[in-house]
């Protein structure tokens, strides 16, 4: 395990900017998420670690060591790919062994045997290790391309949504999976994904990027209650943060807010402004009600046995709210 | 599934269907049927009018295509009973066998060649369309209208350039020569063809040997290679079948040595009369390899190897 650092990368493909000087520090034994919409320059990155792409300038360094002129198979990263991610004319113990046999790692037979056993029982697939590539499931795919990557040691893991694919209660499974193999291996990550739930929960770090820029590095809470801008604000949180003219439910906001940032859990009812109830959504664990406010739509929680109704009339008021300014970024 | 379900047709469709494929099948056998037919026929037989569908099989066909025969005094052939049961069938025409007929060899130089310039085709066509398909090359679609052009014009419209050039270079009647030549005609067809199916053979895998440990041909080899290897057995076939039916090149190019079976088979016909059994005989057994070439590699044309591994 080793720490990752990039220093100014950039990677143009041709007129679009995938990723713009980029610097980030992944540091030895951490979960780094990489959080943002398609096209943010994401998978980009993973692939600019991996050596799959060349950077345009900038280095990247793993282990103090600067690796922009190895191969792939040089830099010593592993990676679980989004589709696509076994060889279909093996079967799942020659898939995993396949990094092992490589010429790169020459591993002995019987210790190939050992480690894939091994990886096969975190993952619960030992009993489908003589099956065909083919004849798995999605789900079992997925762990298995997921154990090809754990068979290995290698500086790094990088992960490009490898759970986006699967159904939800396997994606909670294999979450608290690979957070138990991140605490016991001690191992670096880097994961790129769009769900929130997957940064909240496993990350030490999150990055948030946003057309190729590092917009936002820090740890999921502070990301989470310490946005610098609204795009940061607005990849965090379900649902999302209510953004609003910042006189709308304060009197005095801060000169040169434009905007008021409201977490939903953060809006105080009984007192204040009034607001009409237009949809209420039982969740069970919680209520959503939709609220209009002189026009603007205002999302908050409330009770989970709630009586009110469509059309009724409540008060609001704002907790902590963050005002930012007319470029987005953040002020006080 | 139910019976009447929209997606499946009623068995009476199915009936017609396969009623229509059984007769298409029954039309287009025909004249292979008769060729076979015609190799177990005597000579008698075979011109008989109306034709004979039934008739006394013989092998005197087979015996005349793989021997030389010449025609000996009643004194000689008192004086040296038959040796064996060929012997015996052509003593019936005051014959004895005196060597073996040059058949063998030409179907030899027909398995050498064909093969030959099939593995070649294939060889240099996967390389070129793996390129192709994978790498950035500096005007890739003028290179491969190139390749594809010299396909537009029939073949033998070149000969008698190729015919002279060849014999300036010491290449006619050669092995090599004619290896060489269905090569260059086969291979725009090899590079097209296994283009596009490397083209469906996503990139990731590859993406995932280079990480896994393994250089760029390593990956081709371990990982890109058994997954064309649906494409490589359709594209082997039809570079095979071209190849091995030539025949206006091998009629120009080849004589003595590197004569193919398929201009040999006809001169069959002038020893000694219209022996049109020895020229059945001759092309059933020169569809023979093709047809087991197909055979072997059908495992490979009917299975899709990559189906179900690819989530959507």
């Known amino acids: 395990m080793a720490e990752v650092v990039l220093n100014g990368v950039s990677k143009a493909f041709g007129a679009t900017k995938a990723v713009v000087d980029m610097d980030l520090t992944i540091p030895d034994g951490a979960f780094v998420v990489l959080l943002g919409p398609t096209g943010a320059g994401k998978t980009t990155t993973l692939r600019l670690i991996a050596g799959l792409e060349k950077s345009d300038s900038g280095t990247i360094s793993i282990a103090g060591d600067a690796v922009d002129t190895l191969t792939p198979a040089q830099r010593d990263v592993a990676m679980v790919f989004q589709q696509y991610s076994l060889y279909p004319h093996m079967t799942v113990r020659e898939n995993l062994a396949f990094p092992l046999r490589s010429p790169y790692l020459k591993t002995p037979e019987d210790e190939i045997a050992r480690k894939v056993l091994n990886v096969a029982e975190v993952l619960h697939i030992p009993h489908k290790l003589d099956n065909k590539a083919t004849e798995l499931s999605g789900g079992e795919m997925q762990r298995v391309s997921i154990g090809r990557a754990l068979v290995r040691d290698p500086a790094i893991y990088l992960m490009d949504e490898p759970l986006s694919s699967l159904d939800a209660k396997l994606r909670a499974d294999l979450r608290v999976e690979l957070k138990r193999i991140h605490a016991e291996l001690a191992a670096t990550l880097l994961y790129v994904t769009h769900d929130q739930i997957e940064a909240m929960t496993m990350a030490t770090h999150v990055g948030v990027l946003d057309e190729g820029n590092l917009v936002q590095f820090g740890t999921p809470r502070d990301i989470y209650e310490n946005p610098l801008t609204t795009y940061v604000a607005a990849r965090l949180g379900q649902p999302r943060i209510n953004l609003l003219p910042a006189d709308l439910l304060e009197s005095a906001p801060p000169p040169g807010a434009l905007t008021m940032g409201l977490r939903p859990e953060n809006i105080r009812h009984g007192a204040g402004r009034e607001a009409n109830v237009v949809r209420v959504e039982h969740l069970g664990d919680q209520t959503r009600l939709h609220l209009k406010v002189a026009d603007h739509d205002v999302i908050t929680l409330t009770d989970p046995h709630t009586d009110l109704s469509v059309g009724a009339t409540i008060q609001i008021a704002p907790l902590n709210p963050l005002f930012f300014d007319a470029q987005g970024a953040r002020i006080g | 599934m139910s019976s009447h379900s929209i997606t499946e047709s009623s068995s009476r469709a199915k009936w017609i269907a396969g009623s229509l494929v059984i007769l298409y099948a029954l039309i287009t056998m025909l004249p292979l049927v008769w060729i076979v037919m015609t190799g177990f026929k005597s000579p008698a037989d075979a011109i008989s009018y109306p034709p004979k569908v039934v008739y006394e099989p013989t092998l005197e ?184 039916n030539e025949y206006a090149f091998a009629v120009l190019l080849t004589s003595a040595t590197a004569q193919t079976a398929p201009p040999f088979i006809p001169t069959i016909i002038g020893v000694g009369g219209l022996d049109w059994p020895a020229v059945a005989a001759g092309a059933t057994i020169f569809l023979l390899p093709v047809m087991i070439f197909t055979i072997v590699l059908r495992k490979h044309l009917l299975r899709g190897i990559t189906f179900g591994a690819v989530r959507k």
């Not at chain 2, 030389?68 to 008192?78: A, F, K, P, S």
């Not at chain 2, 990480?211 to 064309?228: E, N």
């Open chain 2, 61 to 244: 066909g087979y015996v005349n295509l793989f021997t030389t025969r010449t025609r000996q005094t009643e004194d000689y052939l008192l004086a040296n009973p038959p040796e064996n049961w060929a012997d015996e069938i052509v003593r019936q025409y005051d014959m004895v066998i005196v060597g073996p007929s040059k058949f063998g060899e030409r179907f030899m130089n027909s398995v050498i060649i064909g093969f030959g310039s099939t593995f070649l085709s294939i060889f240099l066509g996967t390389l070129a369309a793996y390129a192709f398909s994978r790498f950035r090359i500096p005007f890739a679609d003028d290179l491969l209208f190139f390749i594809l052009s010299t396909r537009m014009m029939p073949p033998i419209a070149v000969a008698i350039p190729i015919f002279l050039m060849y014999r300036s270079l010491g290449l006619s009647d050669t092995h090599l020569g004619m290896i060489l030549l269905y090569t260059a005609v086969n291979i725009s067809l090899a590079v097209w063809l296994l283009k596009g199916f490397i083209d469906e053979i996503p990139r990731e895998y590859e993406e995932a040997a280079l990480i896994d440990g393994y250089t760029r041909f390593q990956a081709f080899y371990k990982v890109v290679l058994p997954q064309a290897a649906t494409g490589i057995a359709s594209t082997a076939i039809f570079c095979l079948i071209f190849a091995w």
